[in-house]
Nanobody
Framework: VQLQASGGGLVQAGGSLRLSCAAS????????MGWFRQAAGKEREFVAR????????YYADSVKGRFTISRENAKNTVFLQMNSLKPEDTAVYYC????????????WGQGTLVTVSS
């Protein structure tokens, strides 16, 4: 599956952004989808993931209650709604896909930059 992330930009602290990730290729609904981020000088970290049907979600503690992951399988798209953004959320955000019987995220998008100003 090929992934294309979009929606990043510059926002003030407390603001909101919605990231999108469009998938093409194999059956989208067979993939667990996730969002990760990498800040400058830091390792990539997990943000959120959503099950194939969208019925189960899981978040990093740092974003719980502020970010919401969702998906529209009919449109082959996964979203990350980010509210109450903080300067420490500044990073390149990547979407990723894991085939339902796999154990790791094997497909990655190109990343979209989110910058939160204080």
């Amino acid at each position: 599956v090929q992934l294309q992330a979009s929606g990043g930009g510059l926002v003030q602290a407390g603001g909101s952004l919605r990231l999108s990730c469009a998938a093409s290729g194999r059956t989208f609904s067979s993939y667990i989808m996730g969002w990760f981020r990498q800040a400058a000088g830091k390792e990539r970290e997990f943000v959120a993931r959503i099950s194939e049907s969208g019925g189960n979600t899981y978040y990093a503690d740092s974003v719980k209650g502020r970010f919401t992951i969702s998906r529209e399988n009919a449109k082959n798209t996964v979203f990350l709604q980010m509210n109450s953004l903080k300067p420490e959320d500044t990073a390149v955000y990547y979407c990723a896909a894991m085939y339902y019987i796999a154990s790791t995220f094997g497909s990655w998008g190109q990343g979209t930059l989110v910058t939160v100003s204080s």
